[in-house]
């Protein structure tokens, strides 16, 4: 299995536990998915993408993104324009959220009980 090898039955490789951290996280999936569907936006427009989480949450969570490298902040030199985008590593997430979606359909009922 090659560096996916498992020590034993109860120990998930690092990688793999990372990136449940990273996509596990409340309000990260649906701020990728909100990037990979409407590509480039606006902090505001973001916020509309992402109902009930509060302008302080996304803030940290964008942060977070950022320091992952999922997420880019751009920012015009001609204006006070700032876009979120994802980066390729970010981009690399649309078969994950394509499967997660696939998943979630056949699944989930979508209630906001969750």
Known sequence: MGKRRMRDETCLC???QEAFQI???KWNGMII???LVSGPL???EL???V???SDRVLTARLKELQGYDIVTRKTSDDSALILYDLTPKGQDLRPVMEATHDWADKWCNGNDEA
Request: with cysteine.
């Open 47 to 49: 916020a509309l993408k």
């Open 14 to 16: 690092a990688s793999f």
């Open 23 to 25: 996509l596990g996280r």
């Open 51 to 53: 109902p009930n989480c």
């Open 33 to 35: 998915q909100s990037l």
């Open 42 to 44: 606006r902090f505001g």
